[in-house]
């Protein structure tokens, strides 16, 4: 079956660096479109950032453009979230998350598999 495991995620100050990595099985990775959301206390699911399967297209939420970059390597079946300048906003449980369909999507329900989620905490 499908499995997508999310790891990296931690205590950092603000202004500090993270790096997410979500290691996939069960699937041919490289056809798979990717995507990162996240989920705060208290708020609903928030769209991050999206791969298409063969890493050349991305899209971000406005919120994070320029601070985080998505980035994947179909060869070791892992797509990763890099994290810089990190605000106390952007502390979430973060989710990975893979589409059948290889392209863009920033909609949850377009995403059939999603993994456990890792804690992101950042402090002021």
């Known amino acids: 079956q499908v499995q997508l495991v999310e790891s990296g995620g931690g205590l950092v100050q603000a202004g500090g660096s993270l790096r997410l990595s979500c290691a996939a099985s069960g699937l041919t990775f490289s056809t798979y479109g990717m995507g990162w959301f996240r989920q705060a206390p208290g708020k609903g699911r928030e769209f991050v950032t999206a791969?298409?399967?063969?890493?050349?297209?991305?899209y971000y939420a406005d919120s994070v453009k320029g601070r985080f970059t998505i980035s994947r390597e179909n060869a070791k079946n892992t797509v990763y979230l890099q994290m810089n300048s990190l605000k106390p906003e952007d502390t979430a449980v973060y989710y990975c998350?893979?589409?059948?369909?290889?392209?863009?999507?920033?909609?949850?329900?377009?995403?059939?598999?999603w993994g456990q989620g890792t804690q992101v905490t950042v402090s002021s």
């Open positions: 998350a893979a589409r059948t369909l290889g392209g863009l999507a920033r909609v949850g329900t377009m995403f059939g598999y």
């Open positions: 791969i298409s399967w063969s890493g050349g297209s991305t």
